[in-house]
């Protein structure tokens, strides 16, 4: 009570005493603290009772005001005794030992503000980053403690002086070696310490003994100072120059990041404001494009092993029973916006929770990687690629439980959808895929476990399994990664050895004429189409106002087939009797025609910076001898496609909507094998139109043993757009829907084939 008292009075003598110079007036408040631990013998009373936090506050604000009044970058007076005179050092020293109690809080308060506030730059001189980076020793040392808002709040903002000057980093990259032999050398906080003098200074007060303070203020100071001589030595260098800067080119092996470690520190607290902040403070120092300090940042701090074990151990937290379905259909996940409430949630699930926290948690490891420099980036997601993909994924994604294999998927399907890093989406890439480029054999196919487990499931006999299975393929199909394609499909078509080559000769007039490759059989004349009628097919006059002009540079016969003809072939493939959307209105070829344009438009602008050719490789120079597989992933989607009478509806669409996805993308050779009806196919191969083709022959002999085709089938497929209500169950239900599926996967071919052409027609 009376030290409030006191306090106030002095208030009081201050407001009415006549304003003295600012440099006095300064250095008064700094010995008015000071003359506190002299003459004090009570050191446990709270720094809140005593007049330090009005002292160090008045003394902040006069240097506010000696910058304010002068010029820019100009040192006032003031300034020049808090650097001279060392006085962060000595407020560091006692906020340290917490005499009085409180006094940490007052000095990360004071260096907080002063950064702040202070617009010249102060990190560059020695006697402010020195202190400094002691200082950030002292931060999250214990976690929950009183001061942890205070020390957040202090490493936040060196983070940010640092993102203004990036080069200043290189001044808390600390030399281990040094910093283990300096340590333990106490000394004694002496009187002529907080006085900021010499012992022969002749300020009144000085001694020319070094007296200790009394009581508890007797603080050891064991920080890691240098020896007297170094200090001189380096105050010396200081004074010549405050913006030399250690060599940032020579990188030591035994270094310390402390404001790092601090940080992951106070990413475990309890609160979790705190550990935001502590996660923003990371995202800007790992931004840092100094290269020094992005490799002691991922070699000398636990900062891998942080992100990498908390992504395990959450992942390992997520209940066994989560369901799939919650797990693709839950909100999209910020990490800085972690806030869920059980009780608030509507749509809540067992394991929610913890499912929200996993995801949460890999969205910040996904955007620490996206935003930091390079080689931390790299080595960030080579350390989630190892410690988590591997150690703690693949084993989940290559067990034998059912329910665990769907569990694991929809996870891996999950973080998929969700990164959005280029540096860990190929680490995620080559975990799935691995690193293979040459075209793949039947003997080898198991060379990458995982993908080869993976494409199994695709065609496992839980239909669960493999809709979520090729979920994960369709949108790993629609990241920019130029691996993924060329991994699970190009590759195997880069000699086109699924083609015939005849030569073409000048007796060859058909080519010429139709634009056909010579030996190509016309549809038309197909046994299976005989019985199409005329107007199921697209007259050429239809085209005219759709197909692109001839032009010289763009004739008719430039070796691409007619795009009439190729949408015709894929539209009259299903027979008449088994088509039944001309019945509903508004289910048309037509309606895909919008969507393929976007789709094709999005894919094109993914695949521009890989350089993709504009045309086939010549046939002269393929290597046609060469045995062909279409590769692992495209012979179970072929397979698939072929029992699309007989696989539930959820099944085909999922098949189908690979398929469509693998057709848009805008390379010659896949556009050739998967959408060009007229490719010659070499003895033993199959193409997505032949695969259409058998399915076709099949159904023609299938609809005949039917009775009530074409009624049973309109039936269902207004019962599927929900034009009917639901009735007595169908016979023949599956084969129905799959012919359904059949006919709109055909006039989706049609569109992407006529959409790709007009692109590619388009000068």
């Given at each position: 009570m009376f030290s409030k008292f006191?306090?106030?009075?002095?208030?009081?003598?201050?407001?009415?005493?006549?304003s003295l110079p600012l440099q006095e007036d300064f250095v008064y408040h700094w010995k008015a603290i000071t003359h506190y631990y002299i003459e004090t013998?009570?050191?446990?009373?709270?720094?809140?009772?005593?007049?330090?936090?009005?002292?160090?506050?008045?003394?902040?604000?006069?240097l506010v005001q000696e910058e304010n009044e002068r010029e820019s970058g100009e040192t006032g007076p003031c300034m020049e005794y808090l650097l001279h005179h060392k006085i962060l050092e000595t407020l560091y020293t006692l906020g340290k030992a917490d005499c009085p109690p409180g006094m940490k809080q007052q000095v990360l308060v004071f260096y907080t503000k002063l950064l702040g506030r202070i617009r010249q730059p102060l990190l560059p001189h020695i006697n402010v980053h020195r202190p400094v980076q002691k200082l950030i020793r002292l931060c999250g040392e214990v976690l929950a403690t009183p001061t942890e808002n205070e020390e957040i709040q202090f490493l936040c903002i060196v983070c940010a002086k640092l993102k203004q000057d990036p080069y200043l980093v290189n001044f808390f990259l600390e030399n281990k070696l040094k910093s283990l032999a300096s340590k333990g050398t106490p000394s004694i906080i002496s009187e002529d310490t907080l006085k900021g003098q010499d012992p022969s200074s002749t300020d009144v007060g000085a001694s020319g003994q070094p007296e200790a303070l009394g009581g508890a203020s007797a603080v050891e100071h064991t920080e890691d100072e240098p020896s007297h001589h170094m200090d001189d030595l380096s105050?010396?260098?200081?004074?010549?120059?405050?913006?030399?800067l250690p060599e940032a080119s020579v990188i030591r092996p035994n270094q310390d990041y402390n404001l790092v470690n601090s940080l992951l520190n106070l990413t475990r607290s309890p609160d979790g404001r705190i550990a935001v902040k502590a996660c923003e403070g990371l995202m800007l120092l790992v931004s840092l494009p100094e290269p020094a300090a992005a490799k002691c940042l991922t070699q000398s701090t636990c900062l891998c092993e942080l992100l990498t074990d908390r992504l395990a151990s959450l992942y390992k937290a997520l209940p066994p029973s989560v369901d799939p379905l919650d797990i693709e259909t839950v909100e999209a996940i910020n990490w800085g916006l972690d806030s869920y409430s059980h009780k608030e949630d509507a749509s809540a699930f067992p394991g929610k929770r913890a499912l929200i926290s996993f995801l949460s948690w890999f969205d910040y490891c996904d955007q620490l990687i996206k935003e930091a420099q390079k080689t931390a980036a790299v080595a960030l997601a080579k350390a989630v690629h190892e410690r988590f993909f591997i150690g703690v994924m693949e084993p989940q994604l290559m067990q034998t439980s059912e329910m665990g294999i769907l569990t694991s998927t929809a996870l891996l399907h999950r973080i998929v959808r969700q990164v959005t890093s280029d540096v860990l989406l190929q680490e995620m890439v080559v975990f799935i895929l691995g690193e293979q480029r040459e075209p793949e054999t039947l003997a080898e196919l198991s060379r990458h476990p995982l993908r080869h487990r993976l494409i199994e499931h695709c065609d496992h006999i839980s239909d669960e399994i493999s809709i979520m299975t090729l979920r994960m393929f369709e949108h790993l199909l629609q990241k920019p990664n130029e691996h993924i394609l060329y991994n699970l499909v190009l590759r195997n078509l880069e000699e086109r050895n699924y083609t015939e080559y005849k030569p073409l000769?000048?007796?060859?007039?058909?080519?010429?004429e139709?634009?056909?490759?010579?030996?190509?059989?016309?549809?038309?004349?197909?046994?299976?189409?005989?019985?199409?009628?005329?107007?199921?097919?697209?007259?050429?006059?239809?085209?005219?106002?759709?197909?692109?002009?001839?032009?010289?540079?763009?004739?008719?016969?430039?070796?691409?087939?007619?795009?009439?003809k190729i949408v015709n072939s894929f539209l009259c493939l299903v027979p008449d009797e088994a088509k039944s959307s001309y019945h509903v209105e508004g289910t048309g070829y037509d309606t895909y025609l919008r969507d393929a344009h976007r789709q094709f438009r999005d894919y094109c602008a993914i695949c521009l910076k890989w350089e993709w050719p504009g045309s086939p490789k010549a046939l002269e120079k393929c290597h046609l001898e060469a045995a062909f597989f279409e590769g692992h992933f495209l012979k179970v989607l072929f397979d698939r496609m072929g029992r699309i009478l007989d696989q539930p509806y959820d099944v085909n669409l999922q098949v189908t909507s690979v398929l469509s996805r693998l057709s848009l993308f805008p390379h010659p050779h896949t556009h050739e094998y998967l959408l060009d009806p007229y490719v010659n196919?070499?003895?033993?191969?199959?193409?997505?139109?032949?695969?259409?083709?058998?399915?076709?022959?099949?159904?023609?002999?299938?609809?005949?043993?039917?009775?009530?085709?074409?009624?049973?089938?309109l039936l269902v497929r207004k019962r599927l757009l929900g034009l009917e209500p639901e009735g007595p169950v169908i016979d023949h239900i599956t084969l129905?829907?799959?012919?359904?599926?059949?006919?709109?996967?055909?006039?989706?071919?049609?569109?992407?084939?006529?959409?790709?052409y007009h692109a590619s027609s388009t000068p």
């Open positions: 006191t306090s106030i009075l002095q208030h009081a003598v201050e407001a009415l005493a006549p013998s009570d050191d446990k009373a709270p720094v809140t009772d005593t007049n330090i936090p009005s002292h160090l506050e008045q003394m902040l604000d006069i105050t010396s260098l200081d004074d010549l120059t405050v913006t030399s000769c000048p007796e060859d007039k058909d080519v010429v139709n634009g056909l490759i010579a030996g190509a059989v016309d549809l038309e004349e197909d046994p299976l189409f005989t019985d199409i009628s005329p107007d199921n097919t697209l007259s050429n006059q239809e085209w005219l106002s759709s197909s692109p002009p001839t032009s010289p540079d763009h004739p008719k016969n430039d070796g691409k087939t007619e795009v009439h196919l070499a003895s033993g191969c199959r193409s997505l139109f032949s695969v259409i083709v058998r399915v076709v022959g099949d159904l023609m002999v299938r609809i005949q043993r039917i009775q009530d085709f074409t009624p049973k089938l129905l829907e799959g012919v359904i599926v059949l006919e709109e996967f055909c006039k989706e071919l049609a569109a992407i084939a006529f959409v790709k």
